[in-house]
């Protein structure tokens, strides 16, 4: 993606959900050729009416170019923003979309597939088997493409096409390599002047451990409880858990070299000032769909056993999660449920 001097740039956004809509709303705001792939009546809406988004700035009703097809040609940017489970799928959609200057963006949670690419030492160019068990991820897509990057967004999809974020939009990048580089920075300004809060890193899998702690310590956890981000900080009992899978992952993570820029401790108090919001893996439970966790929970334990570190809490918390993921009740049973449900003092939901 070498820089021009037009400031205009062709980006998909791959998967228009919670992150990628507030991606795509904001790019094409910014007067960027944004085009999305969508599905469902999520597409059906942008292309009848456009993407609208509600976040602390304001309100945004854009037009972008919408298809379930990858017919928008070369891009300069491909965020990739499904869910860790999704990417088998949809490296093969984007495929007609990477150029020979395309860097592609995944906006995902967890460790990624790319992991051991670029970094060097005894695991490099390994797959991660929990989410790329026969190295399929690896072999669709270069990692010489790929910037890493790390999401911090409050989002929700409230109706098709209509998106609501109620926090400031941040968001770290930075190279597999651990090196600087000129496209690292050039995306960083992209989605500043987007009102993208973003920095790049020299070490960005740090970042991905430190997210991975608040992500692992809280979402299975509130698939078991139905507990709020708040709910497990203030109770003891819960917060205990909490912070017993966080040290866990504090200790995986050391081995691999990872600094964490916060403590289990620090992430309850983070819960805490978030409030009353479900996780994004609370929310897929109760929509019946896949949730995240090979990407979240499965890679840490895999990595874990490489070094025979136990993980008593976490290996527990995941089998039960997993457990009640197959018990659930059938879909239609929780939508009647949810359409029953409409006390005022409800949760809000979270995408983060």
């Keep these: 993606m070498t820089p021009t001097t037009h400031p205009s740039r062709r980006i998909c956004v791959a998967g228009c959900g919670a992150i990628g809509g507030v991606l795509a709303a904001r790019l094409a705001a910014a007067g960027h050729e944004v085009s999305v792939l969508a599905r469902g009546a999520q597409l059906v809406e942008i292309c009848k ?3 609208r988004l509600t976040d602390l700035a304001g309100t945004v009703n854009v037009k972008v170019a919408a298809s379930d097809k990858a017919r928008f040609g070369a891009q300069d940017v491909v965020f990739v923003s499904c869910k860790a ?43 991660v088997p929990a ?45 597999p390599s651990n090196q600087p580089s000129e496209r690292a920075a050039l995306l960083c300004h992209l989605l500043n002047a987007a009102g993208i809060a973003a920095t790049a890193t020299e070490r960005i899998r740090d970042e991905i451990w430190t997210k991975l702690l608040g992500n692992l310590a809280s979402s299975p956890l509130s698939v078991l409880t139905g507990a709020t981000l708040e709910d497990q900080a203030g109770d003891p009992d819960l917060r205990a858990i909490f912070l017993g899978i966080g040290r866990e992952i504090l200790a ?21 000032k978030l409030g009353p919001f479900k996780t994004s893996m ?24 490489k070094h025979d570190i136990p993980m008593p809490v976490t290996r527990a918390i995941l089998s039960l999660t997993r457990f009640r993921d197959g018990h659930r009740p059938h879909k239609s ?13 409800a949760p809000r939901e979270m995408r983060a």
């Design 333 to 345: 049973i929780q939508l009647v449920a949810r359409s029953l449900d409409g006390h005022s003092g």
């Design 252 to 272: 995986v993570g050391a081995t691999y070299g990872a600094s964490f820029a916060v403590d289990p401790t620090g992430m309850v108090e983070i819960c805490r």
């Design 131 to 175: 989410v790329d068990p026969d190295g399929a991820l690896l072999g669709a897509l270069p990692w010489t493409r790929i910037v890493g990057c790390v999401v911090y967004m409050a989002a929700e999809v409230r109706a098709p096409g209509c998106i609501v974020a109620i926090s400031p939009h941040r968001m770290i990048l930075g190279e």
């Design 85 to 127: 489970h999704a990417m088998g799928s949809m490296l093969p959609l984007i495929k007609p979309l990477v150029g020979e200057n395309t860097v592609v963006v995944p906006t995902i949670n967890g460790i990624p597939w790319w992991y051991f690419q670029g970094q060097g030492g005894p695991l490099e160019g390994q797959a």
């Design 49 to 51: 009416v456009g993407l």
């Design 282 to 305: 609370l929310q897929d439970f109760e929509k019946g769909r896949p949730l995240e966790l090979a990407a979240i929970g499965d890679t840490v334990v895999e990595l874990a056993s």
